[in-house]
């Protein structure tokens, strides 16, 4: 499902303030960090919190 949701959106997810985007748009620079803020092991990206990272995964299934 949340694939389909990306495949579907990804224009609109693109614009969302990750780590990745910011850093692309320069509003983060230097000795930020780009990590995941959830599991630490990867830059941040949309498609990173909502398909592949297994920390963030488990807070969203706590949601619903």
Sequence with gaps: ?????????????DKLP??????RSS?????????????GRVEESISHLLVTCYESDKI???LV
């Design 27 to 39: 509003v983060l620079v230097g000795d930020e960090s780009f990590l995941c803020p959830f599991c």
């Design 60 to 62: 969203l299934e706590n």
């Design 1 to 13: 499902l949340r694939v389909c949701i990306l495949h579907g959106a990804r224009e609109t997810l």
């Design 18 to 23: 990750s780590r990745q985007n910011l850093k």
